[in-house]
């Protein structure tokens, strides 16, 4: 890291020296507060929340004093402790810390399904990894990862034949209007954190004087953005962004004194500028996990997405060493932990509210959703690939593995519908009590919606939205669709009849823009309960049926791994006549997404990255094939449900 880098962290609750610190509302004994500090407060004026920057010293765990019921565990802490007024939560700056907490180490425990998959060992507590090892901790390699993250010139050392040749082809090729113009715009929208690019904005249209968190990096936001630059072949934003919300991921962060799971990345970040003591600023990392999201909702797919992007940068740059590194590791490890962790659940399929991916309102996802599946999945096969096979971590494996078929299983059998399973399902007979029931969700054939009936082509076949007891979402999401094709978590038929439906639905997926979030709208009554009268989300708008260009690369990764480029194309083309047009809008609106969306920001960096990163995918179609999953035979081996 370089000497400047100082990240805001969550205080309360964050694992001292080692100490796991419980998650108890009643633990304000517990809770060691992380400093021996003297501290100064200052107001941040630019900015909501207040940062306080510390000057720490450590050694020493001093437990504060404060209420435990505050809504903002921290705020509670720090507003007793200097007597500052504020309501919002608070953040900790952290200066330099990890030299002084080296020679601390202790070790806590992570549990997945009963099985201790490893000692997790934290090193200090603060603003240091904590780090996964083997018993033997090798000392040195343990220094060169706990000196925190080391953002070194990787352009020369990084540069694979991919890279070079992804460069070198480009150097030949000549861009058209839109794409210089998109480029452009990526670029602008870059982040730097002391000096090196870390992310790109959401959004970044200057005449936008509410962004909101548009202002932000979102982690699933970026993907797009470092897909382009990877096949671009500038791998070094990407590195620079996997390490620094790596960094971000091991502090807790609470909601009303109750702390999700260890291993959470945060939806999103910003890079804040501090005002020091002596007239001076330095730029710190601000993370949200969504205590400050619309809805306090729970950004699950952002870790998911970050396994993702780390396999494919190690892929398209051949940078092994990331990988391998300990700290790196360890982040793969907490967030499949995470994931796997024991729960009330009957089934392989990851359970979660509403508003945990990149619909992140409430649309009535809450359960099963496809989405998070398909990316669990993805997640799970990456994890797979990168984990070092060791004594610490082969139990995690099997545990991986185990869910891999389960959930691939789960999915291909209950999730599927085509015209001969919907037919099925209007013959299901009901209340079957007994474990070899057909219809073993309890699903009353009532539930198939009328539109569906009338919908569903001759060919082709799609991944249902949800499944529940007694509940079948029929609605058609996209990205769980393509996301399946691309991560081979359908079946190479399933794959490609998806795509057979989308070219028979073409009118409705596509339309006059790639491509409708969901299919179809709710209306009425359904829209009324479901969203809880979301005026953001009325029919055919945002989530609701709303038309998202940032799902073409999506779409376009999936075609060509199907041998569908035509489709591919088609969708560009319609996008292209469109996008810079429109100022490069976040949604569109409608049923055939005729209208720039209502409340669609423009400029979104997603959508132009989107765009940038399909036209690159067709360019290179061997970097691409890098990108997606084959089926693994060895899974259906072990599959014993089959
Ligand atoms: C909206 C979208 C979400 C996206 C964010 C930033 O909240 O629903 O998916 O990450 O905007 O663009």
């Given at each position: 890291m370089k000497p400047c880098c100082r990240i805001l962290l969550p205080c309360k609750n964050t694992p001292f020296l080692g100490v796991p610190i419980p998650k108890s509302p009643n633990s304000a004994s517990h809770n060691n507060c992380l400093f021996n500090s003297h501290f100064c407060a200052h107001n941040d004026h630019t900015s909501s929340p207040r940062v306080f920057v510390f000057k720490t010293i450590l050694g020493q765990s001093q437990k504060p004093n404060f209420a435990p019921n505050s809504n903002w565990g921290q705020s509670r802490i720090f507003s007793s402790t200097c007597g500052c007024n504020f309501s919002k939560r608070a953040h900790y700056l952290v200066a330099s810390l990890a030299s002084n907490v080296k020679s601390f180490s202790t070790s806590i425990e992570t549990r997945v399904n009963d099985k201790n998959f490893e000692r997790i060992y934290v090193q200090g507590g603060i603003n240091v990894k904590p780090l996964v090892e083997k018993i033997d901790l090798d000392e040195d390699a343990v220094k060169k990862e706990d000196d925190g993250i080391e953002v070194k010139d990787v352009e020369n050392d990084l540069k694979n034949e991919n890279l070079k040749e992804a460069e070198s082809a480009d150097a030949g090729k000549e861009e058209s209007e839109v794409e210089k113009e998109a480029w452009k715009l990526l670029r602008d929208s870059v982040v730097t954190y002391c000096g090196s690019p870390v992310g790109t904005l959401a959004a970044n249209d200057p005449n936008d004087k509410q962004p909101l968190n548009y202002d932000q990096v979102f982690i699933r936001d970026f993907v797009p953005s470092a897909f382009a630059f990877l096949l671009k072949g500038e791998g070094e934003i990407v590195r620079n962004f996997l390490l620094h919300t790596l960094q971000l991921q091991s502090w807790e962060k609470t909601v009303d004194c109750y702390s999700p799971g260890q291993g959470l990345m945060p939806a999103s970040f910003k890079v804040r500028s501090v005002a020091l003591d002596d007239n001076k600023f330095e730029e710190v990392l601000d993370p949200d996990f969504g205590e400050s999201a619309i809805g306090r909702v729970a950004p699950v797919d952002s870790g998911l997405w970050w396994i993702i992007l780390l396999r494919a940068y190690v892929k398209l740059t051949g940078d092994y060493a990331l990988q391998e590194r300990v700290d790196v590791q360890t982040g793969i490890k907490l967030i499949i932990n995470l994931c796997l962790s024991d729960g009330f659940d009957m089934f392989p399929s990851l359970l979660v509210t509403d508003g945990s991916c990149m619909i992140d309102r409430r649309m009535g996802i809450h359960g099963h959703p496809l989405e998070i599946q398909s990316l669990f999945y993805s997640a799970l096969r990456c994890a797979r690939e990168m984990l070092a096979l060791d004594d610490g971590s082969k139990n995690l494996v099997r545990a991986v593995n185990n869910r891999l078929s389960a959930l691939s299983f789960h999915i291909r059998e209950y999730y599927w519908v085509d015209l001969k399973k919907i037919n099925e399902i209007y013959r299901y007979k009901t209340e079957e009590y007994s474990t070899?029931?057909?219809?073993k969700f309890n699903i009353y054939p009532e539930q198939i919606p009328h539109w569906l009936m009338h919908w569903i082509p001759e060919e082709g076949g799609y991944l249902i939205g949800n499944l529940q007891p007694a509940h079948m979402d029929f609605r058609f999401f996209t990205l769980g669709n393509l996301w399946s094709i691309v991560s081979s978590l359908g079946t190479p038929k399933q794959n490609e009849a998806i795509l057979n439906l989308i070219e028979a639905k073409w009118d409705d997926l596509i339309a006059q823009m790639p491509l409708k979030i969901c299919f179809p709208a709710l209306e009425s009554e359904d829209w009324r309960i479901i969203t809880g009268c979301d005026p953001k989300n009325t029919p055919w708008s945002y989530h609701n049926g709303g038309s998202w260009p940032t799902l073409l690369w999506q779409f376009t990764l999936a075609c060509m791994k199907m041998g569908r480029t035509d489709l591919a194309k088609k969708a560009i083309d319609i996008a292209e006549r469109r996008l810079s047009l429109d100022r490069w809008p976040e949604y569109y609106d409608t049923r055939n997404g005729k209208f720039i969306g209502k409340q669609a920001r423009l400029y979104q960096t997603w959508s132009v990255a989107g765009y940038l990163t399909s036209k690159l995918l067709l360019e290179k179609p061997e970097m691409a094939s890098l990108l997606f999953w084959e089926e693994d035979y060895d899974l259906l081996e072990i599959c014993v449900c089959a």
């Amino acid at each position: 890291m370089k000497p400047c880098c100082r990240i805001l962290l969550p205080c309360k609750n964050t694992p001292f020296l080692g100490v796991p610190i419980p998650k108890s509302p009643n633990s304000a004994s517990h809770n060691n507060c992380l400093f021996n500090s003297h501290f100064c407060a200052h107001n941040d004026h630019t900015s909501s929340p207040r940062v306080f920057v510390f000057k720490t010293i450590l050694g020493q765990s001093q437990k504060p004093n404060f209420a435990p019921n505050s809504n903002w565990g921290q705020s509670r802490i720090f507003s007793s402790t200097c007597g500052c007024n504020f309501s919002k939560r608070a953040h900790y700056l952290v200066a330099s810390l990890a030299s002084n907490v080296k020679s601390f180490s202790t070790s806590i425990e992570t549990r997945v399904n009963d099985k201790n998959f490893e000692r997790i060992y934290v090193q200090g507590g603060i603003n240091v990894k904590p780090l996964v090892e083997k018993i033997d901790l090798d000392e040195d390699a343990v220094k060169k990862e706990d000196d925190g993250i080391e953002v070194k010139d990787v352009e020369n050392d990084l540069k694979n034949e991919n890279l070079k040749e992804a460069e070198s082809a480009d150097a030949g090729k000549e861009e058209s209007e839109v794409e210089k113009e998109a480029w452009k715009l990526l670029r602008d929208s870059v982040v730097t954190y002391c000096g090196s690019p870390v992310g790109t904005l959401a959004a970044n249209d200057p005449n936008d004087k509410q962004p909101l968190n548009y202002d932000q990096v979102f982690i699933r936001d970026f993907v797009p953005s470092a897909f382009a630059f990877l096949l671009k072949g500038e791998g070094e934003i990407v590195r620079n962004f996997l390490l620094h919300t790596l960094q971000l991921q091991s502090w807790e962060k609470t909601v009303d004194c109750y702390s999700p799971g260890q291993g959470l990345m945060p939806a999103s970040f910003k890079v804040r500028s501090v005002a020091l003591d002596d007239n001076k600023f330095e730029e710190v990392l601000d993370p949200d996990f969504g205590e400050s999201a619309i809805g306090r909702v729970a950004p699950v797919d952002s870790g998911l997405w970050w396994i993702i992007l780390l396999r494919a940068y190690v892929k398209l740059t051949g940078d092994y060493a990331l990988q391998e590194r300990v700290d790196v590791q360890t982040g793969i490890k907490l967030i499949i932990n995470l994931c796997l962790s024991d729960g009330f659940d009957m089934f392989p399929s990851l359970l979660v509210t509403d508003g945990s991916c990149m619909i992140d309102r409430r649309m009535g996802i809450h359960g099963h959703p496809l989405e998070i599946q398909s990316l669990f999945y993805s997640a799970l096969r990456c994890a797979r690939e990168m984990l070092a096979l060791d004594d610490g971590s082969k139990n995690l494996v099997r545990a991986v593995n185990n869910r891999l078929s389960a959930l691939s299983f789960h999915i291909r059998e209950y999730y599927w519908v085509d015209l001969k399973k919907i037919n099925e399902i209007y013959r299901y007979k009901t209340e079957e009590y007994s474990t070899d029931a057909t219809n073993k969700f309890n699903i009353y054939p009532e539930q198939i919606p009328h539109w569906l009936m009338h919908w569903i082509p001759e060919e082709g076949g799609y991944l249902i939205g949800n499944l529940q007891p007694a509940h079948m979402d029929f609605r058609f999401f996209t990205l769980g669709n393509l996301w399946s094709i691309v991560s081979s978590l359908g079946t190479p038929k399933q794959n490609e009849a998806i795509l057979n439906l989308i070219e028979a639905k073409w009118d409705d997926l596509i339309a006059q823009m790639p491509l409708k979030i969901c299919f179809p709208a709710l209306e009425s009554e359904d829209w009324r309960i479901i969203t809880g009268c979301d005026p953001k989300n009325t029919p055919w708008s945002y989530h609701n049926g709303g038309s998202w260009p940032t799902l073409l690369w999506q779409f376009t990764l999936a075609c060509m791994k199907m041998g569908r480029t035509d489709l591919a194309k088609k969708a560009i083309d319609i996008a292209e006549r469109r996008l810079s047009l429109d100022r490069w809008p976040e949604y569109y609106d409608t049923r055939n997404g005729k209208f720039i969306g209502k409340q669609a920001r423009l400029y979104q960096t997603w959508s132009v990255a989107g765009y940038l990163t399909s036209k690159l995918l067709l360019e290179k179609p061997e970097m691409a094939s890098l990108l997606f999953w084959e089926e693994d035979y060895d899974l259906l081996e072990i599959c014993v449900c089959a």
